[in-house]
Each structure stands twice: as structure tokens, then as C-alpha cells.
């Protein structure tokens, strides 16, 4: 699905990533991981054809509309309910009112949030605004799922029952994912494979980690309440 090859890019003289490869299969879950700084939001800005490097390639194994973005700061459209919100893109893509209005009400369930359709993000707590952002995506249909630290801004119980519902829902629909975090944690908890990147600047993949077994589905057995 994303095959990268020898990525160097840099600010001005700045060199941030020399000699990045790595891979992402067809319907796997990858993360990536490195500390503040390094260059992680960079490479991925880069993987999604937001900045262009200066040496090395990118293969995608899909179009730019298949790609799907997910961003630490939610992007919801505060005087939009969440609704509209989910709808946005598939009016944007086309789709009569109705129809999009139905299939966002659709994702909003899938996520949890049946019934808070109406709302506005500020009636929203941060872990439902994160499942809106996430239906905001999913309705979407990407092909490949780039996840820059997503959930940074939720407390540990909230990103576990967040994450595991986001890793039913991609199994799902047969999404592919690369997912940025600092929380190496987090990325063992989900991944079928893991990529560090080393201390910037100059950042390369010092190590990958294939999971030796099969990634566990509901590791502590968090149930999603989606009242919080
Ligand atoms: P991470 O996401 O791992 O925290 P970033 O990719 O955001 O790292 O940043 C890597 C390095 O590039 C940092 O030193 C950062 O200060 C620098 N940097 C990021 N964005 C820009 C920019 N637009 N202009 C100049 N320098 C930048
Ligand atoms: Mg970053």
C-alpha cells in the first residue's frame, strides 16, 4: 500500500530525515514511532503528499482521495453540528443531503455517538469530539489511514477505549494504517509492525519490530461508553 524509499527532506538547510525507507502492507497496522522533534509529523506530512522531498521516492498504492487524514487538533467546524460535520466531505464529494446526512448518522453509531447528531463540538466531550473527527474520516472510505498523535490530547482510559474501537472499525472495512505517536505503548498495543525513528535531527528508522504474535484485540478489556 505505501512503499518509501530513501526520503531525505529538510527546512531551509535544516536537514529533519536522511535516508527514511519503509513499508506498509495491504491491511496492516503500522506505527511509527520517535521522540518530539525528530522529524515523525514531517515523514508523514511527506508519506501524504503535503511536502515534497528533496531526495528518494513514495509509491501509494492508491489515489490522493483514498488517503485519509487524522491530525492531533481535531478539525470539527465549531458552529457545525456533528452531523454536518461527518457530512462535509461527502457533500463536498457530491452526495445529495439526505444521503450524506444518513450515512454520518450511520458512522456516528458505529463510534458510539447515536443520538449526538444534533449536537456541537463544544457540546461535545474531548473523546466524543475524537469520535467525530474519526467518523469525520472513516465515512470517507480511505483506502490508507495517516494518523498524526491522534490521541495525545485524551487521558489513558479514554485512548484505550477510543483506539480499540478504532482498530474494530478498521479491521472492519479492510483499512491500512500508519499511525504516528511518541507512546511506544500505545504503538505495541495496536500494531502489527513498528518503525522507530531515531532522535533528530538527521532521523532514519534505526528499528523495526514485527509483533511476535498476533496483536491482542481488547488487551484490558475496556468496554467504549460513550457517555464520556
Ligand atoms: P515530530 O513530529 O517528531 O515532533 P516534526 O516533524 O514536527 O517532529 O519536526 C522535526 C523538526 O523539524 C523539528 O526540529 C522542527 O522544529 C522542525 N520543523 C518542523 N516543521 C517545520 C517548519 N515548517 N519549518 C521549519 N522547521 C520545521
Ligand atoms: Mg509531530
Keep these: 500500500m505505501l512503499e ?3 526520503i531525505s527532506l529538510g527546512y531551509g538547510s535544516t536537514l529533519v530525515l536522511e535516508g527514511v525507507d519503509l513499508r506498509v502492507e495491504a491491511g496492516e497496522f503500522v506505527s511509527l514511532v520517535g521522540p518530539s522533534g525528530s522529524g515523525k509529523s514531517t515523514l508523514l506530512r511527506t508519506i501524504a503528499g503535503l511536502l515534497t522531498p528533496q531526495k528518494g521516492s513514495i509509491r501509494r498504492g492508491c489515489t490522493q482521495e483514498e488517503i485519509g487524514f487524522l491530525f492531533q487538533e481535531d478539525a470539527l467546524l465549531p458552529w457545525r453540528t456533528a452531523r454536518d460535520n461527518v457530512a462535509l466531505g461527502l457533500r463536498i464529494r457530491g452526495w445529495p443531503k439526505e444521503q450524506a446526512w444518513k450515512e454520518a448518522e450511520a458512522w456516528l453509531e ?3 455517538l447515536e443520538g449526538l447528531g444534533n449536537r456541537f463540538p463544544h457540546q461535545l466531550s474531548g473523546g ?3 469520535r467525530v473527527a474519526l467518523a469525520q474520516v472513516l465515512v470517507l472510505k480511505p483506502r490508507l489511514l495517516l494518523m498524526d498523535e491522534p490521541f495525545a490530547s485524551l487521558d489513558a482510559i479514554l485512548r484505550t477505549q477510543v483506539t480499540q474501537d478504532l482498530l474494530a472499525l478498521v479491521e472492519e472495512e479492510g483499512i491500512t494504517v500508519l499511525l504516528v505517536t511518541h507512546d511506544l505503548e500505545e504503538a505495541l498495543s495496536l500494531s502489527d509492525r513498528v518503525y522507530l525513528l531515531s532522535q533528530g535531527p538527521r532521523a532514519r528508522i534505526v528499528q523495526e ?3 511476535p504474535f498476533p496483536r491482542p484485540r481488547d488487551p484490558i478489556g475496556v468496554k467504549a461508553d460513550p457517555r464520556f
Design 110 to 112: 458505529r463510534l458510539g
Design 128 to 130: 466524543q469530539r475524537k
Design 4 to 6: 518509501v524509499q530513501g
Design 209 to 211: 519490530y514485527r509483533l
